[in-house]
């Protein structure tokens, strides 16, 4: 009770800090569809969705009230942190996973400014069959830098406990982009809000290192997907896969949040090359924002929400030029209007495809709607709402 108590006062002062405009009313919309009609309240989860489309779909709600200053929803957040049926809570073989869940933990901590989401001890760590978990941000991340950290192609984070050297399952060992532009995020993140620390910092520049002789940015300044480990680790290449709008997202968020803690300008020039390029290649004529390789699955089916909220927190930063912050806004504002236009039902449900067409039954493909859909378009809207599109 104690803690409960605790959280809603840290609400109140969260709440002071933001204030609700009529530019979130789309984002408004889009997240009650995404509670009321995906949360399932009594269990405290997302329906039909496995860890860490959970886990992006509270991100993305805790985003839109940090933003907005709505916190129609933190009873429902407050449940999902703590609350879960047995199984959900067993962090999964994904590192990848495991980083999407740290980060959300960090933004509920910013929004809250509750350091049980940020700090739970180790020793109160538990893997937990039912009733409360005691899962946080700094524990998951340091068993993640504990385990995952391999020699093999010269460093870096390996994909998952099954990809690892020697590698579970007879899978292959695999070095990619997403798990450590994570890792490097939630670094970057845990050293802005722990006191004196220089070891998170230490740990997020190790991992920019690596990644920048990895050979994963192509010459367009896209990332791709990941690593040719070759035999042996001997043949680390660029495997040519891919370069989904995540890939390109979370490294930004990254290079964003070093720059606010060093204010080394190096950091920005690698945000708007990797920018120039997403600006470049991945737009259709209208501006909108496409995923170029196709949504061929649930997990693509929110890639580009997830590449919108980390480019939020570029665009949070007054260091950037009028004329880039002017071409990244274009960028959010015209692929919210293409979303309100083409891929919205009548219901308010969205497509996973933001240039339209939208099917509205729920399901797997690039037209259909959505639990996944859905955040991803609220993670649109709410950085629309943030940076003051016209979507009228």
Same mark, same amino acid.
């Given at each position: ?176 982009? #997403?798990? $450590?532009?994570? =890792? ?7 050293? &802005? %809000? *722990?006191?004196?620390?220089? !070891? ?94 196709? #949504?061929? $699955?649930?997990? =693509? ?7 919108? &909220? %980390? *480019?939020?927190?570029?665009? !949070? ?76």
């Amino acid at each position: 009770m104690r803690t409960l108590v605790l959280f809603f006062l840290a609400f109140f002062a969260a709440g002071a800090k933001h204030g609700m405009s009529n530019n979130y009313e789309p984002a408004s919309n889009a997240v009650q569809i995404l509670q009321n009609k995906y949360f399932d309240k009594l269990l405290g989860y997302y329906t039909e969705a496995d860890f860490w489309e959970n886990m992006e779909a509270a991100h993305a709600v805790v985003d839109y009230m940090y933003r907005s200053g709505n916190h129609s929803f933190l009873k429902d957040l407050e449940h999902f942190f703590t609350i879960h049926p047995e199984g959900i809570c067993l962090l999964p073989e994904g590192y990848d996973d495991r980083g999407w869940a740290v980060a959300t933990y960090i933004r509920a901590y910013e929004l809250t400014s509750n350091h049980e989401y940020l700090q739970r001890g180790k020793h109160s760590f538990q893997i937990i069959t039912r009733n409360r978990h005691s899962f946080a941000a700094q524990y998951i991340f340091d068993e993640i830098d504990k385990h995952a950290w391999n020699s093999w192609c010269g460093g870096g984070y390996c994909w998952g406990t099954d990809t690892c050297v020697p590698p579970k399952h007879n899978k292959e060992p695999y070095k990619n982009a #997403i798990t $450590n532009e994570l =890792g490097m995020f939630n670094a970057a993140k845990l050293h &802005q %809000h *722990l006191n004196n620390d220089t !070891d998170y910092l230490g740990k997020a520049l190790r991992i920019l290192a690596w990644f920048n002789e990895s050979g994963m940015m192509g010459s367009n300044g896209l990332i791709n997907d990941g690593l040719d480990n070759g035999v042996n680790g001997t043949n680390c290449r660029n495997n040519e896969e891919t370069t989904w709008t995540y890939n390109q997202g979370v490294i930004i968020g990254a290079l964003a949040t070093l720059y606010n803690s060093t204010k080394d300008g190096k950091y920005l020039d690698m945000a708007v090359k990797i920018l120039d390029g997403v600006v470049a290649l991945m737009r259709n004529t209208n501006g909108c924002l496409l995923e170029i390789g196709g #949504i061929h $699955n649930r997990d =693509g089916q929110g890639f580009k929400g997830i590449f919108i &909220q %980390h *480019l939020g927190l570029l665009l !949070d930063s007054d260091d950037i030029s009028m004329a880039l912050r002017e071409k990244y806004i274009q960028l959010v504002c015209q692929s919210a209007t293409s979303l309100l236009s083409n891929a919205k039902t009548p219901g308010g449900k969205f497509g996973a495809q933001w240039q339209g067409p939208v099917n509205a039954t729920d399901g797997d493909k690039a037209t259909n709607t959505g639990m996944v859909p859905q955040y991803s378009a609220l993670m649109l809207l709410t950085i629309a709402g943030a940076n003051n599109c016209s979507l009228s």
